[in-house]
């Protein structure tokens, strides 16, 4: 016989089930709320760290900070860089200077008014040395060798200036007085960092102009056309140390070694932002403040930049073995000019093997690999690796060799 429940019961065991929802809520608010608050204790304390570490007066890094927390929250963050720097002058250039350069520009520009540079002093302009091995990768890469009429070398020293004359025909002295560039200058040394901020103010004051250009360090060899590759909507396209995977990502590390720049309003105001940062980061490169700036100061400005594969766009920092995709070769995380120049010999010496018998086509098995970089994994060749990151809203910087 089935036992009757009052109404007594059923009220109390409503009365039960609602208290048991009740209490389940207020669990479910309570975990929100501790979890709220950790989340806010921990990014007062990062903003505290990070003002302990950089400055708490260094506007640079705070605007920074905001804009790493906008990432987190997926916030928008709005273009603020109105001013117009269409006039600006990065230095105080002569007239004559001035006109002496866009001369030499519109020589070497291809009808895009694109114009290739690389930077030439003393040490590297030897016979047989670095200058040459640079030339000889575009009269062996594949369809490069036309892209040498487009090819302008900046001498830093009058010794680099004659030895481009005899080799090259678009040349020009960018000479500072009082410094001297003619000798090999070893990687964040006194004279390496005024030579790294003195070439990034002359690409200012190219874009003055109204020129693109792309830049490549002179120990890069080029094996196949570059422009291929560039986005024809892109401000700037950096080269990248560490690629994390996506061309946008602003957490890529990128080199100056090599970019391709357009010349408009946005790319000069950041060239000039980029170049007065030197005061801000005293003793860093303006590679190392380029990883600083960049999470603010390119959104400010509306800019877009990519950040180019190093499936592609290939380095000692990060490079992979197959020579099938390879476009440029970038003997990056290495120092001294003799580990370089060993190393580059051979990675030359691969390309010539690889196009005198290349692999079977996409279908083929065959896998052509580099030689190993040998002279410059050496721990006394290997240059410093500084890396910035941002992870869970902390700048990261790290310091290390790279092999």
């Keep these: 016989m089935k036992a009757y429940a009052g109404p007594s019961i059923k009220l109390e065991r409503k009365k039960f089930r609602r208290i048991s929802m009740a209490a389940n809520r207020c669990e479910v608010r309570d975990v929100d709320v501790v979890l709220l608050c950790v989340t806010l204790i921990g990014l007062i304390c990062l903003a505290v760290l990070n003002k302990a570490q950089m400055g708490f007066n260094n506007p640079v890094i705070l605007s920074s900070f905001s804009h790493k927390f906008a990432d987190l929250f997926k916030i928008p963050v709005s273009c603020t860089e109105t001013k117009d720097y269409s006039n600006y002058n990065t230095s105080a250039m002569s007239a004559d200077k001035m006109e002496e350069l866009e001369l030499r520009l519109s020589k070497a520009a291809n009808p895009d008014r694109t114009v290739i540079i690389t ?17 000889q990768s575009f009269r062996e890469g594949n369809g490069t060798e036309h892209l040498l ?56 004051q190219v874009l003055e102009t109204g020129y693109n250009f792309v830049f490549s360090d ?4 080029w094996f196949r056309d570059p422009f291929a590759r560039f986005s024809a909507s892109a401000d700037i396209h950096f080269a990248s140390d560490k690629y994390k995977g996506h061309p946008h990502d602003l957490q890529n590390s990128p080199n100056g070694g090599f970019m391709y720049v357009r010349s408009n309003q946005r790319t000069i105001s950041f060239f000039k932002f980029w170049y007065e940062s030197r005061s801000t980061y005293p003793g860093k490169n303006e590679q190392d403040v380029l990883n600083l700036i960049k999470f603010q100061e390119i959104r400010r400005r509306c800019l877009e930049v990519i950040f180019l594969d190093t499936q592609y766009f290939r380095g000692y920092c990060q490079r992979s073995p197959d020579l099938s995709l390879v476009y440029t070769m970038h003997a990056n995380c290495c120092r001294g000019l003799k580990a370089k120049l060993h190393d580059l010999r051979n990675t030359l010496s691969d390309w010539e093997r690889y196009m005198t018998n290349p692999p079977p086509g996409h279908n083929g098995i065959k896998e052509v690999l580099w030689t190993p970089a040998r002279s410059c994994q050496r721990k006394k060749n290997c240059r410093p690796s500084y890396s910035v990151a941002l992870v869970d809203n902390s700048i990261h910087i790290g310091l290390g060799f790279i092999h």
């Design 119 to 135: 930077s030439l002093n003393r040490a590297w302009a030897q016979n047989n040395s670095m200058i040459d091995l640079f030339l």
């Design 218 to 221: 002179t120990d890069i060899l």
């Design 149 to 204: 009429k487009n090819l302008l070398i900046i001498a830093v020293d009058n010794e680099a200036l004659q030895r481009c004359r005899q080799i090259h025909e678009h040349c020009y002295l960018m000479k500072t007085e009082g410094i001297d560039f003619s000798a090999e200058k070893l990687f964040m040394s006194k004279d390496y960092l005024k030579m790294m901020w003195r070439r990034l103010r002359f690409f200012g």
